[in-house]
């Protein structure tokens, strides 16, 4: 499958699909071919960012699921802006702001870019990780 062609795709819109979301990239990512770990690592960022665009934004998201490359791709799309990267972590004391932080540090590579309908959050996790 190409880079841009998703295996699945699954929209969330209210607070009661989150758990849907987080079973729906578990699943597709370990039948992809990525280690279970791996998997999980990969749906905690996923929550995360689909947790934001219902904190933030209207309309909900969208999740898409694929492999390319030797690498699971998983965009999060939604009418959100443009988000900046590079964030460091919050102290610990901090209400708020962990999420991108937390996306960053469990994912190979993380990319925003803006896509029809918003904005793309393109996570990267290798199939083999390095550890």
Known sequence: MNGDTPDSEFPYAEPGDLAHVREFVRTGATRLGLPEHRAELLTLAVSELAT??????????LVRLHSAGGRI?????????????????????????RGLA??????????????????????????????
């Open 52 to 61: 934001n665009t219902l904190q933030h934004t209207a309309g909900g998201g």
């Open 73 to 97: 791709v998983c965009d999060v799309i939604d009418g959100g802006s443009v988000r900046a990267l590079g964030r460091a972590m919050p102290a610990a004391d901090a209400l708020r702001g």
């Open 102 to 131: 937390i996306v960053e540090r469990v994912c190979d590579e993380v990319g925003v870019d803006t896509a029809p309908g918003g904005t793309r959050v393109r996570l990267f996790l290798d199939l083999e990780s390095p550890n």
